[in-house]
């Protein structure tokens, strides 16, 4: 089998393939957890709050399992962890729909959590201005995972079981006629066919460049920009053992504590301008940084005048609502899409690639949400 896309997607569907006992090569243009690619950078949130979207929370939960198993496997790393447990605070108004579905979703899937009153949350995090904040909910055993070494890790443990890795441009496929019944093989930059049984393609914000008539139209890379803020020196109120990591929904912002002495992360989570994530600026752009230190000076008087000590561009890759797309092509039946992580995806890739081998290999029942056919070519985003 050949996965194309050494994300965190692709990554895990290798992973998972090669355990149960499916010879299987991993292909990417620029490398695993490359600067380009959705799944870079150096930090993404795992939470198990989706409001009522249960789906979602049991992935969470089935995939954070996951993620320790495979750092467990990997004791070298325990200088540097993967995985922090900052907690992931959700804040929101009274009354507000969305963080009620959320606890009554963690309550059904036994997730730990506190709920916090204005109160509370003052006396606890007083780095926060409560303007429009009156209730929390804190998830106790969620946090952040460091994405870019958190999927080399398991691209090393891809190779320990047997996947071979290759570092190529697969061309987009070709086929006699639209009635061909498979996809004999792949070509790459240097003019190699590759022959396999199976392709999955879980190459992220590419997905829409390699099948433009397909997913052209359904696939929406956007641009998303994302700080980190200097703390004040020997100040320890922005570390994890002071803050966790937070979500204001309405604000359309999240942000991380100082991890790893990299600074306070914030970013947007908006989504921002549709791009080319091969040729897209990877600068921040002049507007973002003046509303982002508006939204600082705001909402953390403490950090009014840090300086932004680094900054990140990369991109989502939207489906029309936010749900994966994981089916078939609609000609090949040997070729597969696996992608849409639509900015909620990082944390999911143990079970996505689960549910992708469960497909291929045992041809079980399929997610409708998933579906090709669900994926409409205008934006509506349902998924947070």
């Known amino acids: 089998m050949i996965v194309v896309g050494a994300g965190v997607f692709g990554a895990w569907t290798a992973l998972h393939l090669a355990r149960r006992g499916q010879r299987v090569l991993l292909v990417d243009a620029y490398g695993p957890a490359n600067a380009r ?50 907690g992931v605070l959700w804040l929101a108004s009274a009354g507000d729909k969305q963080l009620g579905a959320t606890k009554e979703a ?14 509370a949350i003052a006396e606890r995090y007083p780095q926060f201005a409560l303007h429009g904040i009156d209730t929390g909910v804190l998830e106790t055993g969620s946090g952040v995972l460091m994405a870019r070494r958190s999927v080399m890790a398991v691209v090393e443990q891809a190779a320990s079981h047997g996947v071979e890795y290759r570092q190529a441009h697969v061309a987009s496929p070709t086929f006699a006629q639209a009635s061909a019944p498979q996809l004999d093989a792949i070509t790459t930059n240097n003019g190699e066919k590759i022959a396999a049984g199976q392709f999955i393609f879980a190459c992220g914000a590419w997905l829409g460049k390699v099948f433009p008539e397909i997913l052209g139209p359904r696939i929406f890379p956007s641009r998303q920009e994302v700080f980190f803020f200097g703390v004040p020196p020997g100040d320890e109120s922005f570390s994890a053992k002071a803050l966790p990591t937070w979500l204001i929904q309405r604000d359309e912002v999240y942000g991380m504590p100082d991890l790893e002495s990299r600074g306070f992360k914030i970013a947007l989570d908006h989504h921002g301008e549709r791009v080319d994530p091969d040729t897209q600026s990877r600068m921040v752009s002049a507007e973002s940084n003046e509303r982002v230190r508006a939204y600082v000076a705001e909402r953390f008087p403490a950090l009014r005048n840090a ?53 291929l290999l045992e041809d079980g029942p399929a997610e409708p949400r998933f579906s090709l056919a669900s994926k409409a070519t205008e934006q509506k985003r349902a998924v947070y």
Not at 37 to 64: C, H, K, Q, V
Not at 106 to 119: A, G, H, I, Q, Y
Request: net charge negative; aromatic share 12%; glycine share 10%.
């Open 37 to 86: 690619a959705s799944s870079s950078g150096e930090s993404r949130i795992i939470r198990m709050g989706y409001g009522a979207d249960e789906l979602y929370t049991r992935w969470a939960i089935n995939s954070l399992a996951q993620w320790k198993e495979l750092f467990a496997a990997a004791p070298a790393l325990e200088a540097a962890p993967l995985f922090h447990e900052t």
């Open 106 to 119: 963690l309550t059904r899937c036994k997730v730990p959590f506190e709920s916090l009153n204005r109160d």
């Open 307 to 359: 300086p932004i000590v680094e900054t990140r561009v990369c991109q989502y890759e939207n489906t029309s609502n936010g749900d994966f797309l994981i089916d078939h092509h609609p000609q090949l039946s040997n070729v597969w899409f696996a992608g849409g992580g639509s900015g909620h995806g990082f944390k999911h890739g143990p079970a996505f690639g689960e549910y992708v081998t469960r497909q």
